[in-house]
């Protein structure tokens, strides 16, 4: 048989099987280049605010800190909403510690992190709900557990998470952000960690289609010879 016999067919078969991910790149390129990534991050959703340090605070001592929680390696101050604390790091393990008394603030409870919360949303929608996550959902596979997560009653759904040890905001997430994760995920083929753009289901899909453009390209050519020599 001809080589255009075999392009021919191959470049059929082959687009039938590439085809349905070649629309899902489409489509999921499209996406990710109409959406702003300062939107898909939630920029406009959530800030963190570094408010100044009262100069004349009564604060604890390093010295009488270091005698109340031996074994610290780090420290740092900031401020926690109203007041200034302690960010301290013993080990493996941190702890926020109250500037002034030098009691334990940490792990912060459900009613400290919704008026975290309340102060890094930007939005108007109230809150919907706290949930104590120990079990990370995809959406924040890679932040460490356990985590609060904060839902708000928005049409973008958002939810904020923060760190129940630092009351740091470790993502923001809503509707944009979840499509964009479940786009991500198809065109990068890589539909357990979605994270992974070298993984071998894409290499293969990759080569496929790049067999498939080749036929097509050579299939081109000869056409056109043919079409000269008649």
Known sequence: MKPAFWARRAH????????????LWMISGVYMTVISLDIIHGDHLAHTHSEPLYPGASRLGQAELATRYPGITSLRIKRLLAREVYEVRQGGKTLLIDAASGKQVSPLKEATVLELAKATYQGDA?????????????????????????????RGRTTLYFSPDTGELLARRHSLWRWFDFLWMFHIMD??????????????????GLVFALCGMWLLFYSFQRRVRQ
């Open 12 to 23: 059929k078969w082959i687009g039938l099987i590439i085809g349905v991910q070649a629309l």
């Open 126 to 154: 109230k809150v919907d709900r706290a949930e104590w996550v120990t079990r990370a959902p995809q959406e924040v596979a890679t932040r460490p557990v356990p985590m609060w997560a904060v839902h708000f009653a928005d």
């Open 191 to 208: 539909y357990e960690a979605r994270s992974d753009v070298n993984n071998t289901l894409l290499r293969v899909a990759a080569a496929t």
